[in-house]
C-alpha cells in the first residue's frame, strides 16, 4: 500500500474533479444587521458593519440531505453545512477536509483514512471512524434509494480500524471514487433522530450551521463556532433565497437587498458593469446546456427525428438571442475542460436537411410534442427559442414549466422509465469529470428512478465502453474509451446540444471570499465582507 498526497493522488490515477450537475420567489430582508461601526486606522468610520450575508438564485432549493441530491444548487448550499472526508476549493481542486491523509493500494481498491481529530458534528456528536461508516452503509445500501448508491455501490465495505482511522474496500477498481468522497457525512445522531426528515434537518460539521428553511422564501445558516478552520468564513449569518424572476434578482444586488446573486442575466451585464458599488464576475464553466429527447416515446425513437431537431436548431442564435454572447457551441457531450474531451462538431442549422429527414421517418407534416422546464426566467426563454425554431420544421411545442422540486418528482419520481411522461427537457448539467459527464448521463443502468439519463439512451458499445473506462486507471485507455462515447451519443442525439455556458454572478463590492465554482456550487468558506 502507497501513501499518497490529495494532489499526486488525483492525477496519477486520473481519479479528476467531480461534482454533482445538473442541471422559484421571494422577497428580502435587508442584509444589514446594524452590529458596530468599522473601525479605519483607529478612527471610527461610522459605516454599519455587515454581519449577514444574502445571497439571491434563481430557483428554489430541493433538499438538503447531501447524500441524495441530484441538483447543484441544493448541492450549492449543503456545502456550507457539510464537509466529506476531502472537499474541493473554489477552482475544483481536491482538498484535506474531515480527513487528513489516506492511502490507496496498488489496484485502487481499498482507501485507508486518517480523520481528522477534535470535530464535532453541529449537534455535538463526535466525529470519528464510527460515523464515517454509518453514513458510508447508509449510501452503499440499495434499499435506501440514495442518489449516491450509484457511486457507492461499488463500496463492498467500510472497517472501523480505530477512532480516527477508516478503511474502505471496493469491490472492483473504480477510476472515479476518490472524487466521491467529497460526499457530505451526516451526523449520525441526526440520521436517527429525523430519518427521511433529515432532508429538512441537516446536521453537519461545515463551517456553517442549519437555522432554518422557509420553502421557497430562505434557508438561513450561522456560522460554526467551533469550526476546525475557525475564522476562514467572518459572516455570521448567510441567507440564501430563491428569485426566479432575473430583473428582481439584479434589483436586489443594485440595491445592496443582495450581495450575491447568481446567475447574473447575461442581459444585464453591460448594465451592471457600471453600476456604482457592484461587480460582475465571470468564470470558465463545466456547465453543458441542452434538451434531453425521451428515446422511448414516439417519433423520438427514430434516430432521424433527433438529428431533424438538431439540424432545425440554430445554435448560433441560442448563444445570442438566449445568453446574450456569452457561451460556445456545445460539440460533444460534455465542456472541452472536462478530461478526455474529443470534440464532434456540430449539427449545422439547415432547415432543408431537417425537413427531409423528417420526411424520410414518417413526420413530413410535422407533429406536435411538449417541452419541459424549470419556471426561471432563462429557462422560460430557452424553451420559448426551441419552441420557435421547431415550429419552422412543422413541429408543434407546448412549453411546460414547473416549479423546480415538482419538476424533479415527476421526472425522477417514476417507478419504471415507462411510467416517463416527459418528451422533452430543457436542462444542465455541470460536471467536471468524464464519469459524471458519461456514466450518469448515458448508461442505461442509470435510467431514472436509478439515474440522470433522462432520454433513456441504450447503446451496447457506450455501456461497454464506459464500464472498461471506469475499471482503468491507464489514461491513454481511458481517452480512447470515452472518445468512442462521446463519438456515438453524438451520432444518436439524445439531446439537441445547445451550449457550454459561462458562469456570471454578482456582487456588492464589499464582498470578498464568496465564489461560483466552475461546476456551478456556491463557495462560501472563507465568506467575509471588507
Known sequence: MKKASFLRTASVLLFSVALLFGCSSGGGSGSN??????SNGGTTTGAPQKDQMVIAV????????????????????QSAMFEGLLIYDKDLKLMPGLSTEYSVNEDAT?????????????????????AVKINFDRMSNKDNNLRAYRNYKYIKS????????????????????????TTGIISPAALEKYGKDITKNPVGTGPYK???????????????????????????KIVYKPVPENGSRVAMLKTGEADVIYPLPEQQVETLNGAEGVKVERTPSTITRYVSINMLKKPFDDPRVRQAINHAVDKDAFIKVVKSGYGAQLESVMSPTIAHYAKQGAYEYNIEKAKQLLKEAGYENGFTTDIWGNTNSDTMKGMQFI???????GITVEVKSMEEATLSDEIYGIKSPEEAKMNMWYVSWSSADPDNAMRSLFSSENFPPAGANTAFYKNALVDQSIKEATQSSDQDKQ????GVV??????????????VDEILYGKRANVNGVYITPSGGIYVREAAFQ
Open 479 to 482: 481517452k480512447q474509451l470515452y
Open 486 to 499: 462521446q463519438e456515438n451519443v453524438f451520432k444518436d442525439a439524445p439531446w439537441i446540444f445547445l451550449a
Open 210 to 236: 442549519f437555522v432554518e428553511w422557509v420553502q421557497g422564501d430562505h434557508l438561513t445558516v450561522e456560522l460554526n463556532p467551533d469550526h476546525w478552520n475557525k475564522g476562514a468564513a467572518k459572516v455570521g
Open 110 to 130: 481499498a482507501y485507508t483514512f486518517k480523520l481528522r481529530q477534535n470535530v464535532k458534528f453541529h449537534d455535538g456528536t463526535p466525529f470519528n471512524a464510527e
Open 158 to 181: 467500510t472497517e472501523v480500524v480505530d477512532e480516527h482511522t477508516v478503511k474502505v474496500t471496493l469491490n472492483q477498481p473504480f477510476s472515479a471514487m476518490i472524487n466521491k468522497f
Open 387 to 393: 419552441q420557435q425554431q421547431l415550429q419552422k420544421v
Open 58 to 77: 434563481n430557483e428554489n432549493f430541493i433538499t438538503m440531505d447531501p447524500q441524495n441530491t441530484g441538483d447543484a444548487l441544493s448541492s450549492g448550499v
Open 33 to 38: 444587521s446594524g452590529t458596530p461601526a468599522a
